[in-house]
């Protein structure tokens, strides 16, 4: 009888334990989720800036944008003429018969250079 004593005693013992364990990790991880909740001030002006970042990196991106779309009609519209004015001068120059053909090949590979630009404009002629 005494052991069924003892040992119902140990047993609520044991149970009052964990039940206090159980309520101090509880505590903890309540605290800790309002600790994680408030944001510290060095966290908040870091994602302020990190904003800040990517706005301006948004406007930079759109003007190279634009940039490289001027810079590509220019590049398309420069070879376009010069492909024009090789087309006229060729047949006028005196060629030795050994390299035109190879000129013929040289003009034909620039105008397929400029039809794979990857950018297509209207040439206006100057």
Known sequence: MDNLIIESNTQGLRLEIERAKRQRLQASVRQVRRDLAIPCPEL?????????????????????????????TLAFRSLSRICEILAALIPTASLSPESSPEVKILLQELTTTIHHFGVHYAVPHV
């Open 44 to 72: 908040a002006e870091i994602r302020t800036e990190l904003n800040q970042f990517k706005e301006f990196q948004n406007v930079v991106n759109y003007q190279l944008d634009g940039e490289n779309a001027r810079t590509n």
